[in-house]
């Protein structure tokens, strides 16, 4: 069975140059400004358990899933989600408390340090974690992935979520990435930023051109806005799909990714 | 091949699972010689892998203080030492070892306990598409240490007696540790004298999209990725002589895989391997996997380690021992937090 079209249907954009189509204004390394969880549609109560990376990522799939005329009809196990992520590896902030309890003994470690670490140390960290809260908020309950493959962790999502539709295993794919390094410039060596972007993608219409979408040069939006690690390339794809408006939906090859 | 130790590889600091994976690497290449002008791709499944004592002591330890991390002390550290924050960034391993195998497809999925299925699944389908020839496909993890059992027992998912999944007194798992690398090609670029172990001839992954640390009390999630790899594989539940849970002696976890296998494949045969491996978390799916293989042509279905007197309340079909059967198809399932799973269909060598 030969692959079928697949079609942009939405995109949602978390970048510090802002939020949405406000994104594509001027671009300064740095945080998403103004971005609010709550007001972004992140569950509340989840919150505590969610680094910023996971609520970026998190408030930009249910950005675009807004921005996607329909999705509601197409059934939750036909509704994939692909993620690029980075490792989050719990917070080390909730280990301090132990560490200084510990004071280098490890027996006091075990005994004092342990009870002093929030029970929700590991789910915090887990690195999937945008897919599962996600895939929870919205009912996605079809093929899925997630990769930290720094950088190129979003863009390896995209392209599987493309071969996804184009071979059938789903009929809605959100696929992006989020990351958040605001304040690791001394580890990364340079200027750091933030963002998180997701694109909604659907069968095409028969007849439609397997056409390629473009993708931003990964040196054009570092230099842009920082280091962004895994949402690096859906918040370049997302932008320049955002730029084109919204008629002006591409379609997207199936077999060019890999 | 079989190691008795596998050194640390200096590529790698501090970096267990990287040692691992590099080791069991190069015993699927066999040297590489029948990659030869092949477009290879290098699928790799990992792990949070956590803090390490190392970690802990140099880049944490000196700068904790009763009210938090002195981050101005540590970035001043990185800074120094560019080297200590980039030794547990997963897709490292995957990013060396690609590059000494010039793979030019590399992925790492970081999909919890489900990695290294999902890894091998991408491969497969990667192989399938013509997008590589050849693809190295699997998965390596080690929370052998302090800070990865503090991560499982701060969840109350540590057995603190032994792995017995399925037993009606099951109370969780033991970590194990471990890597597997499969060779995957397609059957019509085989050579003659080219050895099969098995055929991938389907798989199917799902989300639960219920909670990201407790899976779905019916299976469902897990029911939907079986169904999945059935229907891929063109296979009817019947078709499928044994299943390889994923099985790790977690009182609820067991019970959703078991409604769920019942419920998708009927009385097909069930057992787990990780009362006898522990649970090897990111590398879990490729390592059982590869174990599977050696079902074929056995003349024997696995039983289960560990297991003394089965639930019950279970529904599926449990194999506490082993049991005479020949194996034609199998699925092996891999399920984790974040609600990911993925289920495999293996056919046999002869099939």
Known sequence: ?258 | MARATVPDDPRFPDDRKGSLAAAVLDDARGGGRGDDGARIGLFLGTGLSSLTPAELAIDLYPHARAAGFDRDAMARDLARDRASPRRHQPERVTEVLGAQIGAIVRETSFSACSAAAQSILQGARAVARGDVDVAYVGGHDSMLHPIGYLSFVVLGALSPTVGRPFDRHRDGFLIGEGAAVLRLQREGDLRAGDAVLGWIVGGGTSVDAYNVTHPHPEGLGAGLAMARALRDASLEPGDIDYVNAHGTGTPVGDEAECLAVHRVLGDAPVSSFKGAVGHTIAAAGAVELALCLGIFGSGFLPGTPGLEEVDPNLPARILRDPTPGRVRHLLSNSFGFGGQNCALVVAAPDV
């Open chain 1, 1 to 258: 069975m030969s692959p079928r079209p697949v079609r942009i249907v939405a995109a949602s954009l978390f970048c510090p140059a802002g939020i949405g189509n406000m994104g594509l204004g001027p671009a300064v390394p740095g945080a998403v400004p103004g971005f609010d969880p709550i007001a972004c549609g992140v569950p509340r109560k989840h919150l505590k358990t969610m680094t910023r990376a996971v609520q970026l990522g998190v408030a930009a799939v249910a950005a675009a899933l807004a921005e996607a005329p329909g999705w509601q009809t197409i059934p939750p196990e036909r509704r994939g989600l692909f993620v690029g992520a980075s490792p989050q590896s719990g917070d080390a902030e909730d280990l301090a408390s132990a560490l200084k309890a510990a004071d280098g003994d490890p027996g006091k470690f075990a005994r004092d340090g342990v009870p002093l670490i929030p029970p929700l140390w590991l789910v915090k960290g887990l690195s999937n974690n945008v897919l599962g809260y996600a895939s929870a908020q919205h009912d996605l309950r079809g093929d899925n992935g997630n990769w930290c493959d720094g950088a190129l962790g979003g863009a390896i999502a995209l392209a599987q979520a493309v071969h996804a539709v184009a071979e059938r295993r789903v009929d809605l794919a959100i696929a992006g990435g989020a990351d958040s390094l605001v304040g690791a410039e001394a580890m990364v060596g340079g200027p750091c930023g933030e963002g998180a972007a997701f694109v909604v993608l659907m069968a095409g219409e028969r007849g439609d051109a397997l056409a390629t979408a473009g993708l931003p040069s990964e040196a054009g939006i570092e230099h842009d806005f920082g280091e962004m690690g895994a949402a690096a390339v859906p918040v370049a794809w997302a932008r320049a799909w955002l730029a084109r408006g919204p008629v002006d939906v591409g379609g997207v090859s199936g077999r060019r990714w890999s």
